[in-house]
């Protein structure tokens, strides 16, 4: 059905893995949104000059993908030691030595990038860097008609596996289509846009949402202040050649 596609506008939005395969074929470029934590990971890393590569699954098959690329594969939050410091948690990565390549597992965010780059241009967005990537797609020409944008908030997952819809995500999707200039928005991004200006203190906001509550009850606390420096970053992460690195 070509109404699932929005078809006809500039700026679209649409949840998780499955509407990110949805949309993908339609658009000129995909925005990956994973708050809490995969692309604000991304944009500490890229920051400070490292190749991230996405991975959907932390397991065998990403070590081997890692040895085969050089590069350090980061482990568990909880799975961080003196020879293996980095992690999905964006407070070890900044406090990491650098590597130059970095192969970052999750089922989320990294999932859709895994899954939809071969289909369009694909760009790690976040609160951190929000105005920055709506910056670089005005002026690379996406948001046209011609030439649409998709702007994808990954969501968690439920215990069974299926998608849960996460405040943080609707909140950075919300904070990129803001900062897309002179496009066309479906119905969908006006209210991602609507929804951020609403939310007042987004650092209070992540804190209390139930993401910021689980992580910071799992003692990661700094995870969640550093997802909330809203357009601390001026780095835009695309994906090529399987990694993220700077534009």
Do not use: K
């Not at 990403?62 to 690329?69: F, I, S």
């Not at 976040?126 to 998709?150: F, I, K, M, Q």
């Not at 809203?230 to 780095?235: F, T």
Request: glycine fraction near 10%; hydrophobic fraction near 50%.
């Amino acid at each position: 059905m070509s109404a699932w596609e929005q078809n006809g506008y500039g700026v679209r939005v649409e949840w998780g893995p499955t509407g990110a395969r949805r949309l993908a074929p339609h658009v000129a470029c995909l925005v990956v949104v994973d708050v809490l934590s995969f692309t604000t990971a991304v944009s500490v890393a890229v920051e400070a000059g490292t190749t991230v590569y996405p991975y959907p699954w932390r397991d065998e098959t990403a070590a081997a993908y890692a040895d085969g690329l050089g590069a350090r594969l980061a482990v568990g939050r909880t799975g961080t030691s003196a020879d293996r410091p980095w992690s999905l948690s964006p407070a070890a990565l900044r406090a990491a030595p650098v590597t130059p390549r970095l192969v970052l597992p999750s089922p989320n965010g990294s999932a859709i990038a895994t899954t939809v780059g071969d289909v369009t241009t694909v760009v790690a967005g976040c609160l951190r860097n929000a105005a920055a990537v709506g910056h670089w797609l005005t002026e690379s020409g996406y948001g046209a008609a011609d030439r649409p944008v998709a702007v994808v908030p990954a969501g968690e997952r439920w215990p069974d596996g299926s998608m849960r819809p996460a405040l943080e995500d609707l909140l950075g999707a919300g904070a990129i289509v803001a900062a897309i200039h002179g496009a066309q928005l479906s119905p969908e991004a006006a209210a991602a846009r609507a929804a951020v200006e609403a939310a007042g203190d987004l650092a209070a906001a992540l804190r209390a949402c139930a993401s910021g509550q689980e992580l910071i009850a799992y003692g990661f606390p700094d995870d969640v202040a550093i997802a909330a420096e809203r357009d601390a970053s001026d780095v835009v992460p695309v994906l090529a050649g399987g990694g993220f690195s700077a534009a």
